[in-house]
């Protein structure tokens, strides 16, 4: 295995067409779609607060979660890696969707979706089969793939573990799309495994007490901060980070 990711990371002199979708990059993607907007800058403000924490701990693998859905942890998640691949033109970027009961990374940077990480897991489908680039960039992509019957066993599983610690190995920044952690345990499953864990906070919406029980639901996983998103322009940044 560790072979043929070794063969997949070096992809990207390549691009993969089958995997682009004219046209169906989410506006929301603004470190495409605007990269002169307030809401790209803090993205990229978002990436080099974390860029200069790496001179003082690893953290190679960063992984996006929130206390519940629709938070905007995926857009969130999608354009910081967008972000280290600006920034990082000649590095090697992953980004995998790990939410596999409602990933929507291939929806966003209109990828396709199958196989994806669900596959993989299963047995249906190998790392080559499932790895694609974006486009032209250094960003390689992993999508959740199909909606899986048994989410939280295939997050859990030994396979998740050892992919885990090759692309740890292969890529240098690897961010994962975490599922919400208070619904569901597949989060609290994978956080001990990252370098680092980001929970995103949505302004106006997230209750304090969701936002605290989420911190505990994680506890003994590497919590370096959270993201409020959507923030008012009045009150604050389209997307103000804040960062132990």
Do not use: W
């Amino acid at each position: 295995m560790e072979q043929i990711l070794d063969r997949a990371a070096n992809f990207l002199p390549r691009v993969d067409e089958s995997a682009l979708v004219p046209g169906r990059v989410d506006r929301r993607i603004v470190t495409l779609t605007a990269p002169a907007s307030r809401a790209s800058e803090q993205y990229r403000s978002l990436y080099y607060r974390l860029d200069r924490m790496r001179g003082l701990r690893p953290l190679k693998t960063v992984a996006v979660t929130s206390a519940m859905i629709g938070e905007g942890k995926t857009l969130t998640c999608a354009n910081l890696a967008l972000t280290a691949a600006c920034a990082n033109p000649e590095g090697r970027i992953l980004l995998i969707d790990a939410d596999l009961r409602r990933g929507q990374v291939s929806d966003y940077l209109g990828v396709r979706s199958i196989p994806g990480l669900s596959e993989l897991l299963s047995g249906d489908a190998e790392i080559p089969d499932v790895i694609q680039r974006f486009k032209t960039s250094s960003l390689a992509v992993i999508t959740a793939g199909k909606v899986a019957e048994q989410p939280t066993q295939l997050l859990a599983s030994s396979k998740m573990k050892r992919l885990l610690e090759l692309v740890r190995e292969a890529f240098d920044e690897v961010y994962i799309d975490m599922p919400p952690s208070l619904p569901f345990a597949d989060t609290a499953i994978l956080a001990p495994h990252c370098d680092g864990i980001l929970i995103v906070i949505r302004a106006n919406l997230t209750p304090f007490r969701q936002v605290a029980e989420a911190v505990e639901h994680l506890a003994g996983a590497p919590v370096i901060g959270c993201v409020l998103n959507a923030a008012a322009d009045s009150a604050a940044p389209y997307l103000k980070s804040y960062l132990r």
